[in-house]
């Protein structure tokens, strides 16, 4: 994969991340802040990750999400 390649994919991704984005404005961007927006979009994906969130597969091809219980008794 070349480094065209890359940033072409990058730039790709962002677009459908963000709607609002588009490859020309992406390109005309600065390098240093479309890698500052690529660190927050990879900080929050951990942060979630690390989440009390159990996720798996059963043998159907089913997704299950198991999420920590939240104390909202607000009745």
Not at 9 to 37: H, S
Request: proline share 1%.
């Amino acid at each position: 994969m070349s480094l065209s390649d890359l940033f072409y994919e990058l730039a790709d991704g962002l677009c459908q991340k963000y709607t609002a984005l588009t490859p020309f404005i992406v390109r005309r961007e600065k390098f240093g802040e479309v890698v500052k927006l690529l660190g927050w979009i990879h900080s929050d994906n951990e942060v979630k990750s690390k989440s009390a969130e159990k996720v798996w597969k059963d043998r159907n091809g089913n997704i299950h999400i198991r999420r920590e219980a939240k104390n909202d008794n607000w009745y």
